[in-house]
């Protein structure tokens, strides 16, 4: 008797769009402490992918102060403290691609 198995193999090699982020809009002044983050980005053909919204205290991009990952495209966050923020968004999927997204919005919370 033998015994054959079948096996497929995929190579995902391309990395997700970029997002564009829609809210909060650019130099935003927000008096609530909840806060949504939205945004959109196509889909690939290929691996199933997420996003991470990435949020800093600095201009610079080093200060991290919290990280959401997130299959949908939309997050909310409650209780943010008073401060400047910046937020970004980058893209990976199941292959381990990503994109390099280098955009970036800049709100404060009164």
Do not use: C, H
């Not at 015994?3 to 935003?28: A, C, H, M, V, W």
């Not at 992918?49 to 990280?67: A, H, I, M, R, V």
């Not at 939309?74 to 990976?92: C, E, G, H, R």
Request: proline share 4%; glycine share 2%; charged share 20%.
């Amino acid at each position: 008797v033998s015994l054959s198995n079948k096996r497929s193999f995929y190579l995902d090699t391309t990395k997700p769009e970029l997002p564009i982020l829609q809210l909060p809009l650019n130099g935003s002044v927000l008096l609530s402490s909840s806060i949504q983050f939205s945004w959109t980005r196509t889909n690939q053909i290929g691996s199933s992918e997420f996003d991470s919204l990435y949020l800093y205290t600095d201009s610079t991009l080093l200060n991290l102060f919290s990280k959401y990952r997130t299959k949908s495209k939309m997050v909310i966050l409650d209780s943010l403290p008073s401060d400047y923020y910046y937020w970004t968004v980058k893209s990976f999927d199941k292959a381990g691609n990503q994109n390099s997204s280098n955009t970036w919005k800049r709100f404060t919370v009164q």
